[in-house]
């Protein structure tokens, strides 16, 4: 009786080879299973953070490098001088972003506001692209691009990118440091007229 199949097993078979002959069918049905429009999330809901970072202290760095040293002479695990060298970058990249803004008398946009209009303002089957700076072949208006030389200048270790949607570019400047993505900027396309939208 091994051999023999059962009812679902049947059915299953059925649909593997309906959709290897029909290769469409998973996608039909990605369609039909799609969520339900998301609610747009407008631009004036996106508001500025300021930055809070904390200088980073010599003395626990130096604890920390002193038993990272003596694991790995005396275990021979290195795995914790690595750890140690991202998280000192990491923290260190972020007290020095905090110190470039508020020299610079701005504030990123709020991350997590961001994160949410992108996802609300992202119709279905389509996607935010990052293009790095100098590959980003549409204009950017001059208030962003002055914040963006004001940083590189405070910060020449940053990079500089622009996320877009390209079905309806309403790009974000966005600095990359240490790792952390901080949203400078965004306008409105194709008319932005030389005008913040936030």
Known sequence: MSG????????????????????????????????????????????????????????????????????????????????????????????????????????????TKVAKYKFANCPWGHQWVSSRIEKYASPIPEFALSRAIELKEELPHATFEVDFLQANPDPFLVMVYGGIRYYIDVWDEPKFEGRRSV
């Open 4 to 111: 023999m199949l059962g009812a679902a097993q049947f059915q299953g078979l059925i649909g593997q080879a309906q959709a290897a002959v029909n290769p469409y069918t998973q996608m039909i049905q990605q369609l039909q299973n799609a969520p339900p429009p998301k609610e747009p999330v407008a631009k004036d809901t996106l508001v500025r953070t300021q930055l809070v970072a904390v200088e980073p202290q010599e003395s626990i760095s130096r604890e920390r490098r002193s038993l990272a040293s003596r694991a790995a002479k005396v275990l021979g695990y290195k795995h914790f001088s690595d750890v140690i060298d991202k998280k000192e970058s990491d923290e260190r990249c972020a007290w020095e972003a905090a110190q470039a803004f508020a020299k610079l008398g701005f504030d990123p946009l709020d991350a």
